[in-house]
């Protein structure tokens, strides 16, 4: 079970369950109580038998374990050896409720289960015949007799109280054996709280508890295995055989109750890194009514009627004169077998009469009434609640489950209901006229003048009624946060634990569930070193981000920048991250300038998951390095045009870089001159998407042109907001003590570190770097380089140079290098200037090679040797050279020039010289003496590679 399943089975199998149960009570509320009697089990669990036996069939289950079956018992037939005995399948017709009490008499009490076939729901409740109490009519000297009916209810109540106590203990200690040791505990003292000591004995061998762990398939499955930690569970305890010490006349049957229920375990890691647990538990089935009872026998069908009749008299009551007749309200009592029930209240001149659909009719006298309270929140949207503070003579004329340890009852009137105006315009009035002859007043409360036990009845009132004020379609999350106690406060606490087992630190537990911070703690991260992290792809100008933060704010403190050296190593080193900070812990002891505040930007590596160093400053082995850093926030830069490999085909990392519960910002460096480019409004509603928390700030190449966005880039607590703080143990659990994996890069990445200690040619180098945009390959992007990063010379200058060269954006950076410290090396001594210069190449599946002879062709190269000339090599332009040069050279006989063309004795005319040949020839002859001295000058010249030393 986990939160997506914990909803599925709420919204889906917890709703069809109850319609079930829906199903099985209208069976009763339909019909008249002397049809009720005529009930026999088969027609009373026709709905759980067919709901029971289609699922079987659809979900291709053979059977079922004797517990996960559904059963309908009435009265004397709910034995040990009837329950046993029972089949499903083959449901009595001959057992009714009018036979199946002791002797043949009207049974008391019935014994219910339901049972999801695919699903883990169970839950069994025990239903009575008959009332608990007689209307007020004026004659109260009524005693407090304990009949049949009360006994069991009494006994059912012991029992529901054991089940809860029962699977308080479980999800605490998750001991079957000390569960079951609390529920038979609070079973016998709940027994003699009820002056039932007689029965202890009795029933102490004839009680039993289980609790059983069911999968989403209804299977059962041993505690014992480790899979049961995270499956729902049912606990149910059932007491067979109840004597009749009483009357004697034999065995008045069983109760049973059953609840499914859910527990979450969250670990929590304590200041003195011990491990403690912290559990709660809701119970998925609390929606269905615990009591449930029905008028069924004439005497009791007789009085109910009787006290009806009062609305109807013309002379005066024992309830006085009415006020208002028969509007729609809800009573309540803080008993555990109550919960909000509707009815038709009246209000008289001297008390209340309150009829319920079920058990009749309650009438309450003002003279056994103690106090009276009306609570309504001084606005219309509130529950309105009348609150009766009784005397205990009442009790007769209360039902059961109305009975409570505070002796109040809760009236509940829903806002611009008929009886919320009648109370206001017909009753208020008159009550507050006649509390000074009765002496009892009632008094308008405000909320801090009710009890804890008061409130907590008002607030499930007003769930209730705001859960009727949704359309139906949308009341499903409503009504369960209403029906099921503390589902919320369990739905947080559940989405930490199941994400696994790694502790929470006992400091950001209260943050988790959004509880108020000790300002001991805030004042504590007030003194710490803060740490901004800024992230982000090769190319996302994170750099001119940092330098831009670092100039605007540089009067304000002293400044220290991270940022790790592109030859060190391929990815973030967290080693070489905490070494550098315990030598900025050790300089800070050290230095006797320390009035200003220090603040640490760092600037993570390519294609880091921005959590790496996040856990790099929580897992630091020194404890005295975690006090001093704390991180305020980490912010991603994003440039579109360079956030996708191919199409929609993102650089790995990129959205991990941008992740909920650590980013808080996030900072686009490109196309921000054009806020509706459909690249920018993509990507920004994918980042959306993945951080739906994160701000978002435009800064054309790292310069934020906002106040207000440079003091989120740098505030010193974002990062431990409850949000983040919550989202990151969801996301990320184990991130405190820095055991999340953050998983590889994919597609790999590779990175090519190359030194050389030549001279680069400045016009070669760059005409190569703006080659390559188009030298990129489609998936799977072999051989494509995508970054160059490095240092080195160019012929032109004896300067260091940093370059920077993104492929996709086709921008090269040249800068003079800074001097300034360095990082340390991987072997934690100071980081020496290397006399060598390096480039590294960023891309996929690259040859260190091929990288090598990209470079030669950026330097000078070795002149290849030339060609001797031959006759047929010679270019037209050569010849025509020759035939300017020579071409007034003296002719042979027989021929002479006119000026244009050659013509000789018998007229024929060429362009050329007659001894053209000639003059080729000794051209030819020339050039190829100069040749030959060239190349031997040439090759007594010594080449030297780029990569020699």
Same mark, same amino acid.
């Given at each position: 079970m986990d939160p997506v399943a914990l909803e599925i089975l709420l919204t889906e199998g917890l709703v069809t369950f109850e319609k079930q149960w829906a199903s099985f009570y209208s069976n009763f509320d339909i019909e008249s109580h002397s049809y009720i009697m005529e009930l026999s089990e088969a027609q009373a669990g026709e709905p759980f038998r067919s709901y029971f036996t289609h699922g079987l069939i659809s979900s291709h289950i053979a059977g079922k374990c004797k517990s996960r079956q559904p059963f309908v018992l009435f009265g004397c037939h709910s034995t040990r050896e009837d329950l046993n005995s029972y089949c499903f399948t083959f449901p009595s017709e001959g057992h009714q409720v009018r036979n199946t009490g002791i002797g043949g008499a009207t049974a008391k009490h019935m014994l219910v289960q339901c049972v999801a076939p695919k699903g883990p729901l169970a839950c069994a409740r025990t239903c009575f015949f008959g009332t608990t109490h007689i209307p007020y009519l004026g004659n109260d000297n009524e005693q407090y007799k304990k009949t049949e009916l009360m006994i069991l209810s009494q006994i059912y109540e012991a029992t529901v109280q054991a089940v809860l106590a029962g699977i308080k203990c479980y999800s605490c200690t998750f001991s079957t054996t000390k569960a079951k040791d609390m529920a038979d505990q609070t079973f016998q003292s709940s027994l003699d709280c009820c002056s039932l000591a007689q029965f202890k004995n009795a029933l102490r061998s004839k009680t039993t508890f289980y609790i059983q762990a069911v999968n989403n398939e209804g299977r059962t499955v041993p505690l014992e295995n480790e899979d049961s930690r995270s499956l729902v569970k049912t606990a149910c305890m059932t007491v067979y055989d109840i004597p009749d010490l009483l009357g004697g006349r034999g065995v008045l049957g069983s109760v049973v109750f059953s609840e499914s229920f859910l527990e979450s375990c969250i670990f929590v890691k304590e200041q003195d890194d011990s491990v403690s647990t912290d559990s709660c538990f809701t119970i998925l089935t609390a929606s269905i009514p615990i009591y449930v009872s029905w008028l069924v026998e004439d005497n009791d069908v007789k009085l109910s009627e009787k006290a009806q009749q009062l609305l109807k008299d013309k002379e005066e009551t024992c309830l006085g004169s009415p006020l208002s007749v028969g509007e729609t309200a809800f009573i309540y009592s803080s008993n555990i077998l109550a919960w909000p029930e509707e009815g038709k209240i009246s209000f008289f001149s001297e008390g209340i009469l309150f009829v319920h659909p079920h058990?009749?009719?309650?009438?309450? *006298?003002?003279?056994?009434?103690?106090? &009276?309270?009306?609570?309504?929140?001084?606005?219309?949207?509130?529950?309105?609640?009348?609150? !009766?503070?009784?005397?205990?003579?009442?009790?007769?004329?209360?039902?059961?489950?109305?009975?409570? +340890?505070?002796?109040?009852?809760?009236?509940?009137? &829903?806002?611009?209901?008929?009886?919320?105006?009648?109370?206001?315009?017909?009753?208020?009035? $008159?009550?507050?006229?006649?509390?000074? #002859?009765?002496?009892?007043?009632?008094?308008?409360?405000?909320?801090?003048?009710?009890?804890?036990?008061?409130?907590?009845?008002?607030?499930?009132?007003?769930? =209730?009624?705001?859960? @009727?004020?949704?359309?139906?379609?949308?009341?499903?999350?409503?009504?369960? $946060?209403?029906?099921?106690?503390?589902?919320?406060?369990?739905?947080?606490?559940?989405? %930490?634990?199941?994400?696994?087992?790694?502790?929470?630190?006992? /400091?950001?537990?209260?943050?988790?569930?959004?509880?108020?911070? &000790?300002?001991?703690?805030?004042?504590?991260?007030?003194?710490?070193?803060?740490?901004?992290? !800024? +992230?982000?792809?090769?190319?996302? @100008?994170?750099? $001119?981000?940092?330098?831009?933060?670092?100039?605007?704010?540089?009067? @304000?403190?002293?400044?220290? !920048? *991270?940022?790790?050296?592109?030859?060190?190593?391929?990815?973030?080193?967290?080693?070489?991250?905490?070494?550098? =900070?315990?030598? %900025?812990?050790?300089?800070?002891?050290?230095?006797? *300038? +320390?009035?200003?505040?220090?603040?640490?930007?760092?600037?993570?590596?390519?294609? /880091?998951?921005?959590? #790496?160093?996040?856990?790099?400053?929580?897992?630091?082995?020194?404890?005295?390095?975690?006090?001093?850093?704390?991180?305020?926030?980490? /912010?991603?830069?994003v440039d579109p045009l360079s956030s996708y490999m191919e199409h929609r085909f993102l650089f790995p990392k990129f959205l991990e870089q941008c992740s909920q519960g650590v980013v808080s910002s996030v900072v686009f460096t490109g196309l921000t001159g054009e806020h509706r480019h459909p690249l920018l409004l993509q990507l920004q509603q994918l980042i959306r998407a993945a951080n739906p928390t994160a701000a978002f700030i435009l800064a054309e190449k790292g310069a934020v042109t906002r106040n207000e966005d440079v003091e989120m880039i740098l505030s010193g607590s974002s990062f431990t907001e409850p949000r983040l703080l919550r989202s990151r143990y969801l996301m990320y659990p184990g991130w405190s003590d820095g055991k999340f994996s953050s998983g590889p890069v994919c597609p790999s990445m590779t990175q090519i570190t190359v030194r050389f200690s030549r001279s680069l040619e400045k016009p070669r180098f760059m005409t190569r770097c703006k080659a390559l945009k188009s030298s990129l390959k489609p998936n799977p992007f072999t051989e494509n380089v995508y970054n160059i990063q490095g240092r080195i010379r160019f012929s032109d200058s004896e300067k260091v140079v940093e370059v920077s060269h993104h492929t996709l954006t086709n921008s090269l950076s040249l800068l003079p290098v800074q001097e300034g410290p360095s990082p340390p090396s991987q072997n934690g001594g100071a980081r020496q200037e290397p006399s060598d210069c390096f480039i590294m190449f960023d891309g996929i599946c690259l040859s260190e090679e091929a990288l090598r002879d990209w470079l030669r062709q950026c330097a000078n190269q070795k002149p290849p040797k030339k060609a001797l000339k031959r006759h047929e090599t010679l270019t037209m332009q050569e010849i025509k050279s020759i035939h300017v040069k020579r071409h007034l050279e003296p002719l042979p006989a027989g021929y002479f020039y006119n000026g244009t063309q050659f013509i000789n004795y018998f007229g024929e005319k060429m362009d050329f010289h007659p001894l053209m040949e000639q003059f080729i020839s000794e051209y030819v002859e020339e050039a190829n003496r100069e040749i030959e001295q060239y190349n031997l000058e040439l090759e007594q010249q010594r080449h030297v590679d780029l990569f020699e030393p």
């Open positions: 058990y009749g009719c309650v009438t309450i *006298y003002k003279n056994l009434i103690n106090a &009276l309270k009306f609570y309504d929140g001084d606005s219309p949207s509130v529950v309105a609640v009348l609150l !009766i503070e009784y005397k205990r003579p009442l009790l007769p004329h209360l039902p059961f489950q109305l009975h409570s +340890t505070s002796n109040c009852l809760a009236f509940a009137l &829903l806002p611009k209901s008929k009886s919320y105006k009648a109370f206001f315009s017909q009753v208020l009035a $008159s009550w507050k006229q006649q509390s000074d #002859d009765s002496g009892i007043v009632l008094k308008m409360v405000r909320s801090e003048q009710l009890s804890e036990e008061q409130r907590n009845m008002h607030a499930k009132l007003q769930k =209730l009624c705001e859960n @009727h004020s949704i359309p139906v379609g949308e009341r499903w999350c409503q009504a369960a $946060s209403a029906e099921l106690p503390q589902l919320e406060t369990f739905m947080k606490h559940f989405e %930490v634990s199941s994400v696994g087992k790694e502790p929470v630190k006992r /400091t950001h537990f209260p943050a988790l569930f959004h509880h108020p911070s &000790l300002p001991a703690n805030i004042h504590e991260e007030s003194e710490k070193v803060v740490i901004t992290i !800024i +992230t982000g792809l090769p190319g996302s @100008h994170k750099d $001119s981000l940092c330098n831009f933060l670092v100039n605007l704010n540089k009067e @304000h403190g002293r400044w220290a !920048i *991270y940022r790790q050296a592109p030859d060190d190593c391929d990815y973030f080193s967290a080693v070489n991250f905490q070494r550098y =900070l315990s030598s %900025v812990l050790e300089t800070q002891r050290q230095s006797a *300038y +320390t009035c200003k505040r220090l603040r640490l930007l760092v600037i993570t590596p390519g294609y /880091t998951d921005a959590i #790496d160093a996040v856990q790099a400053v929580q897992a630091h082995p020194d404890p005295d390095v975690q006090s001093t850093f704390s991180v305020g926030a980490v /912010t991603a830069c």
